[in-house]
């Protein structure tokens, strides 16, 4: 199932960036040019940890997200998109 939605009108909080994050196995989080990559299966952060990485300055899910599988990426990274689409 593909699902697409437009972050200017469907605003992700804190609530549901933790739940889209509690499917996930692996989350690959850009910030700048690092890439921080939480084993939610075997090291999953606390909370405030997760949501520090994956929340913008306004308080939403950062952007772009994408979910593939039970990876999900958040942030531009070049490095992690290679992976996603090999």
């Keep these: 199932m593909k699902t697409i939605a437009d972050a ?3 605003k992700q909080g804190r609530a549901e960036a933790l ?3 509690k499917t996930a196995s692996v989350i690959l ?3 700048g040019k690092k ?3 939480f084993d939610m299966k ?3 952060p606390d909370d405030e ?3 520090a990485h994956l ?3 306004t308080g939403n899910l950062r952007a772009p997200t994408i979910k593939k599988g039970k990876t999900l990426y958040v942030g531009f990274s070049e490095e992690a998109y290679r992976g996603l689409v090999e």
Excluded: F, H, R, S
């Design 8 to 10: 200017n009108k469907q």
């Design 19 to 21: 739940a889209l994050a």
């Design 29 to 31: 989080v850009a910030k």
């Design 35 to 37: 890439l921080v990559t």
């Design 42 to 44: 075997n090291d999953a």
């Design 49 to 51: 940890t997760l949501l």
């Design 55 to 57: 929340l913008g300055p």
